[in-house]
């Protein structure tokens, strides 16, 4: 029968809420926080159900094998690396606009 572990879900969800909050303040910096925190909240919910299923899922399904605990580490060690890649490929795409701003190569001088 299906058994649902609470505290491997928990730890699931708020990893999946950690980084939707992460990928909505770059997207928030990435324009100059110019909508203010209903911007964040709203990509929290936004961004909730992927970084569930690509974060908190595999996390969940892990955990409540309930394996070894080196097995265990094993297999969250190289996760968290690559999610800890993708979020910093993730911020370097996103801030790159903002730190690289140049001159537009048209001019409104006539």
Known sequence: M???????????????????FYTTHLLH?????QFGWGFIASGIVAFLMPCFLVIGLPVYFIL???????LTIALLIP???AYGVAAFWLK????SKIF????PSHSLQG
Request: charged fraction near 20%; charge should be positive; proline fraction near 5%.
């Open 92 to 95: 370097r795409k996103l801030l």
């Open 29 to 33: 910096r990435r324009y100059d926080r």
């Open 100 to 103: 690289s701003k140049t001159e």
């Open 2 to 20: 299906f058994h649902i572990h609470w505290e491997s879900l928990a730890t699931a969800l708020f990893l999946s809420v950690a980084y939707a």
């Open 79 to 81: 996760l968290f690396l």
């Open 64 to 70: 409540a094998a309930q394996a070894p605990p080196f």
